[in-house]
């Protein structure tokens, strides 16, 4: 069995995009909004913020207390989009109860939407054009095409359905020609379809979902999950398939330090897209 190693890969990503950011004589810049005080969030952010610095470019963080107006993000948003020294904008999530996700993402405009959340970067990306994938999905391409994982042919079943990480990853593993199937909570019968899977792709964020009952001999297997418990992390993953499996991603770092270094491969190429269009 062999560890997929995003801890490293994120590593040698981060570098390429310091050396691409280097180049250029300005410092791209993200811009994060976060709503409200979730705990996690602000780990990720401040991640964010430490890997910016790192590749060279600037973080604008924009903090607003839950009590904060719809109105008033969606207003600092429009400024960001028209604002030029900005190429990348995201909203963390998940926001506080009562805002409305889907229409504050869909304010960002396609050019700067570095997460690929809003509506026209999931069409783009379901219709086969170019645009921004989000993160997660696009961290599990790099380390299948680094580890040279070939999906030709395969049966790729993904547990979770999510836009952010289960629906767009099945995209990309379509046009990979692999054969997909989908799972989700009200799947019957899951480990009749896991113990089939080729490659199995699990984020559900429950602990240990998958053990190695229900999975095949030499299976891939990436587990994107992550449940916090007490200040450990799980992921959805039983380390025990590591008996059966010929490559599985760690928790943590496998999914998580690829998924910042792609925001950053993604802010790279927003800058690129908008200064020096080819
Ligand atoms: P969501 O909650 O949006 O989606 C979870 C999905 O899992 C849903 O489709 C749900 O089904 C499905 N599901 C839940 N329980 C089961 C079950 N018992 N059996 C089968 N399917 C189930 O989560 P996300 O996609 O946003 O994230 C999933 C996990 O990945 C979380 O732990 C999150 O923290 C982690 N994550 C990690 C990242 C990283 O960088 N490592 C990045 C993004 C997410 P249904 O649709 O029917 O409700």
Redesign the pocket.
């Known amino acids: 069995m062999e560890i997929l190693d995003g801890k490293l890969l994120s590593c040698k990503i981060k570098d390429e995009v310091k050396a691409g950011s280097d180049s250029y004589h300005v410092t791209p810049i993200l811009a994060v909004i976060t709503i409200g005080d979730d705990e996690a969030s602000k780990v990720y952010v401040e991640n964010k913020r430490k890997a910016c610095e790192y590749v060279g470019m600037s973080m604008m963080h924009f903090d607003y207390a839950d009590c904060v107006k719809e109105k008033v993000v969606i207003k600092k948003i429009r400024e960001l989009n028209k604002e030029k020294t900005v190429n990348g904008i995201i909203l963390q999530l998940p926001l506080p109860d009562g805002f409305d996700e889907k229409k504050i993402i869909n304010e960002i405009s396609p050019e700067k939407d570095v997460d690929g959340l809003t509506d026209t970067s999931q069409g783009r990306l379901l219709m086969g054009e170019s645009g921004f994938v989000p993160c ?1 999905p696009m961290g599990i391409i790099e380390i299948f095409d680094y580890y040279k994982i070939n999906l030709e042919g395969k049966h790729v079943v993904v ?4 836009n ?3 629906k767009p990853i099945m995209i990309e593993c379509l046009k990979r020609n692999a054969t997909c199937t989908i ?5 019957k019968d ?1 480990a009749h379809y896991t113990k089939d899977a080729d490659v199995l792709i699990v ?4 602990k240990y ?1 998958i053990d190695k009952t229900m999975v095949k001999k030499g299976v891939v297997i990436i587990d ?4 916090r418990i007490e200040k450990k992390i799980y992921g ?1 993953v039983n380390p025990d398939v590591e008996s059966v499996a010929s490559y599985v991603t760690p928790v943590p770092g496998g ?2 330090p690829m ?1 910042v270094a792609m925001l950053l491969k993604n802010t790279l190429i927003a800058y690129k897209n908008q200064n020096d269009p080819q």
């Open positions: 997660t547990v979770g359905r999510s952010l990480v289960g799972c989700h909570s009200k799947t899951l984020a559900t964020g429950h979902l994107v999950g992550i449940t959805d999914v998580g998924t």
